[in-house]
């Protein structure tokens, strides 16, 4: 097997950038949101930190970051940060739908044509592949 041309690179890691590194960011959201939820009411102190601790959504939480942090290094490793960072950006458009739909948040329309920007930033940041004539 041929090693991989940069643009298949390019496309392999802008493919893991967009389907891995949101995700992850969207289920470490969902899980700081269910921690947050178990931990409310308590005051901040070393009894906090220890039942954090043991909370199975906590443990979840600090799981997917290191999953997130492999991924994200996995896509360094491939694509320049220039390129790659601006789809980071799509988490933020889940974890609007996720406010909404998993936790019935209300959204502003300014929520919405944020979002929108937020869409058209990363697509206008996006690589410019040559194709061959």
């Known amino acids: 097997m041929s090693p991989a041309t940069p643009a298949r690179r390019l496309d392999a890691a802008w493919t893991a950038t967009f389907a891995t590194v949101p995700l992850l960011g969207l289920a470490y959201q969902f899980c700081a949101e269910r921690t947050a939820a178990a931990l409310a009411g308590r005051p901040l102190d070393l009894a906090w930190f220890a039942r954090a601790a ?66 058209a930033g990363v697509w206008l940041l996006r690589p410019q592949v040559e194709t061959a004539p």
Do not use: C
Request: glycine letters at 6%; a negative charge; aromatic letters at 14%.
């Open 54 to 119: 043991v909370e199975p959504w906590a443990q979840a939480l600090v799981a997917l970051e290191i999953a997130s942090f492999v991924a994200w290094m996995y896509v360094l490793s491939r694509a320049e940060l220039s390129v790659a960072f601006p789809l980071v950006a799509v988490s933020y458009l889940l974890v609007i739908g996720l406010g909404w739909f998993g936790f019935h948040e209300a959204i502003d329309p300014i929520q919405v044509v944020g979002a929108l920007a937020i869409l």
